[in-house]
Structure formats: C-alpha cells, structure tokens
C-alpha cells in the first residue's frame, strides 16, 4: 500500500496552489487581466488598512535597531501604495505571453508542428523586506497564469498578510481561484526549507534578495531554482575612451542609485589614458559620496584613496563605495571581469569600435553595456515592462525576467490520422 501524502501547513498551501494553477492556466487573458484590475482598486481602496498593517513592521523594525535604510525600503506610505497599483495596471497593459506560438512549421509527413507558450505552473517567490515584492509579483504570476506562492521576510510578516488579503479578496471577486495567490505560512526558516523541497507540488523557485539568501535557496533546494541576480558589475574605461563620457558613466552606474544590484562595484582603467582619467574620475566620486578603494595606481593619484585588498574585487558593495585598478589592456580587464564577476552586467566606455566588439565577445555576462551605464540592466529599461528579477544563470532564463520567462513551452502537434511507421 501507499503511504499517506505529508502534510504541513506549507505542503497544504502547496497543493491548494496547484489545484489553482490547473484553474487558471485555460483562462483567456481578459480574465487575469480582469482580476489584476480589481487587485489595483482594491490597494487603493484597502490602504488604510495596509499601512496600518506595515506600521506595526516598522516600529518593531525599530525597535530591533534595523538600518534606516533597511526601514525605509519597509516601509508603505499612501504614496507608495499607489505607486505599486499603479505598476499593477501597467502589468495588464503588457502583452500576454500564453499561447504565443515560439515556432512552427509543417513537417514533410504533413504534421503540423507548434511550440506555444505555457505558465510554468506553481512559482515560489522567497524574497527579502521589502513589501512591494509581495504585489509585483503576485501580478506578473497571475498575467503569465501561474499560482504564486509567497514568502518573504519575517520583518514584513504583517504588511505582506495584509496585501496577500487585498489581493486574494480582489482575485476571488473576479472570479479567479483566490489560491492562486498565497502567503507561505509559518515566519520560522522551517517554513522556508519546505517550500524549497517541495518537489512535485512546486515547479520553480525565484530567490530576490542578497548574496545569502540566493546562496541559501540554489544550495538547499532540491525544487528547481532560477537564480537571480548577485551585482559585481564592472566599468571598463579603455586607451580610446571619451573622458568626459567615461567619468559620466562612471559616476551614474556607482551613485545614482548604489544599494541596487546593477550598480557598479568595479572599475578598471586602461593605463594609457590613466594620468588624464584618475583625477578626474576621483573628483566626481568625491562629489558623489563614493570612496575609493584602489590600487597603487589610484592611490598614488589621490590621498583619500582607500588600498584595495583581494576582498574588494569580489565585493558587492551596495553602498558609496567603489573598488578601482589600472589594467595594461583590454585583455587584462577581461581577465580580470572574469575571475571576480558574478555574470551580471559589465560595461566598456570606448571610441574604438574593434574594442567594444572583442569586449563584447569576450565577456560573458547577462549584460554588456557599450558606452553605457551599468544601470541600464533592468526590466522596466528594457522595454519590457516589469521584471521578476534578474536571472544571472544561463538556463531557461538570462537577464531581466519579464513575463516570457515565467513560462515554459509545449509542443501541440496536429494530424489527420497520421500513424508512425
């Protein structure tokens, strides 16, 4: 005889997710788009009772001596409750990616042969404090016609319970299975090792958060994950770059906005144009806030310049803070992207078209930007409208993650009695 299925609180909510998702996938886009309709008039109608909800994660959140910027990203105002309806309603506006047929063609034996899109089915979201997650991506799973189950982090515990409500409550009045979202039960890690071993209940995992968190997720799954987007993003400046080009660059992909996986943490400078290109590249990171931890080459060329170590170069940063060498060619730089990169985004700042195509070629990472900002590297910047996250592993999904690749594909082949022989 068979044993018994387990069960759990966390494998219950799985298996109800799985129930919603067979519910939801033959669905016509008019009725998700409908449901993520009701979902943004309800945030702006239910937002009293959101922020009150994240109030109490705040204070507690304080209380706990947390960082301010840790609070701040926290934290849900009015504003940014209607900021976060406002990119669900953008959502509904996206192109629906189930059924879009991939390829076709009819086979020589008269086989009509499709590859059509298909929602991946159940997809675990394990992400960290900030609640804006929660809806986001409950709206890009329910768009792609997957069930999403939900899990972040203990801190926000109390305002995603109350958004995962608001948006259950809109789903269910539009007629759409309301388990097709759902908040992973339990604050305790346990919690999170089961949905990452429910294997057979849940298709994909997607971790969003730090180094750890990912790290954690990719080691201790034993459910598929897509791994997602650790940033040690390097700038190249080459012999042929434009000065003022490079140091703009330069500045916009550390400072305009450091604590964001696609900032750069790195910078390496071509020694031919290094005694024109420090000083100036060290002015406008002072003015900026950033500090600079170089090599001797920096170092000689400003006193605040902090000595770089080996740890440096592997450092993700998120913060006013840069690590800097010179290189004697583009190869060097190459050479060194390679050993320290995390795959996410490298940029080259150079008026030599041969540079940027061997760059280009040589290095693989997500993104390569020529003359470019790193941060450039998103899905909103690349047209695509939102973004799950940004996928720095080579299958299924590389890059910013829009709702393409929140679906798998199957093959529809039709015949007229065709037999094989």
Known sequence: MSSAPQTSPVLDTARRARTA?????????????????AVADALVTRTD?????????????????????????????PERVAAIASDV???????????????????????????????????????????????DAAALCLKSGNAVLLRGSSSAYASNTALVEVVRDAVAGAGLPADAVQLVPGESRDSVTELMTARGLVDVLIPRGGASLIKAVVEGSTVPVIETGVGNCHV????RADLDMA?????????????VCNAAETVLVHQGI????????????????????????????????VAATEEDWATEYLSHDIAAAVVP????????IRRW????????????????RRFVALVDSTAVMVNASTRFTDGSQFGFGAEIGISTQKLHARGPMGLPELTSTKYVVTGDGHTRH
Not at 28 to 36: E, F, G, K
Not at 56 to 61: L, N
Not at 97 to 126: A, D, F, K, M, Y
Not at 279 to 305: I, N, Y
């Open 49 to 77: 009772e959101i922020t009150e909800a994240n109030r109490r994660d705040v204070e507690r959140a304080r209380a706990a001596g947390t960082a301010e910027g840790i609070v701040d990203r926290l934290t849900l105002t």
């Open 247 to 259: 140091v703009d660059i330069l500045v916009n992909s550390k400072a305009q906005r450091p604590s």
């Open 89 to 135: 309603r953008d959502v509904v506006a996206l192109p629906d990616p189930v059924g879009e047929v991939v390829r076709g063609s009819t086979l020589p034996n008269g086989l009509e042969l499709r590859q059509v899109r298909v929602p991946l089915g159940v997809v675990g979201i394990i992400y960290e404090a900030r609640p804006n997650v929660t809806v």
């Open 21 to 37: 998702a067979a519910a939801l996938a033959p669905l016509p886009r008019t009725a998700r788009d409908a449901a993520l309709l």
């Open 329 to 336: 060619d583009l190869d060097a730089a190459v050479e060194h």
């Open 274 to 305: 290094a005694d024109a290109f420090l000083p100036r590249a060290l002015a406008a990171l002072a003015e900026a806030g950033v500090t600079v931890h170089g090599d001797a080459h920096w170092q000689k060329a400003g006193d605040a310049v």
């Open 236 to 239: 190249y400046v080459d012999e």
């Open 341 to 356: 990169t995390s795959g996410h985004t490298e940029a080259i700042v150079t008026g030599d078209t041969a540079a940027a």
